[in-house]
């Protein structure tokens, strides 16, 4: 189960997976139009489950993917701030 208010995937390719057929099918759901006619557009949905919602959606999704495990927000004082996390950099030392 994800966090709430996280958009981000387990993994980045799996993102990218879900990125390509999200806007994949909402291409072909217009694309085809002339060919199908109003039958392409069962593709709209499709696409637009796999960007969960919309593609502003995906693109916050993937800055979150990449982030993960890299920044943690800090709250002290009613201030919060971006840092990096401390693990990563033990992680990084022992490799």
């Known amino acids: 189960m994800r966090e709430s208010g996280s958009f981000a995937s387990a993994s980045l390719p799996r993102h990218l997976v879900r990125g390509g057929v999200g806007f994949g099918s909402l291409a072909a759901s217009v694309l085809l139009l002339p060919v199908t006619g109003p039958v392409s557009l069962l593709l709209a949905p499709v696409g637009l489950l796999a960007l969960r919602g919309?593609?502003?959606c995906w693109t916050v999704g993937l800055i979150q993917t990449v982030s993960r495990g890299r920044l943690?927000?800090?709250c002290r004082d009613g201030r919060c701030e971006l840092r990096k996390d401390?693990?990563?950099?033990v992680a990084a030392g022992r490799r």
């Not at 401390?86 to 950099?89: A, C, D, L, P, V």
């Open 54 to 56: 919309c593609p502003m």
């Open 72 to 74: 943690r927000r800090e």
């Open 86 to 89: 401390q693990q990563e950099g």
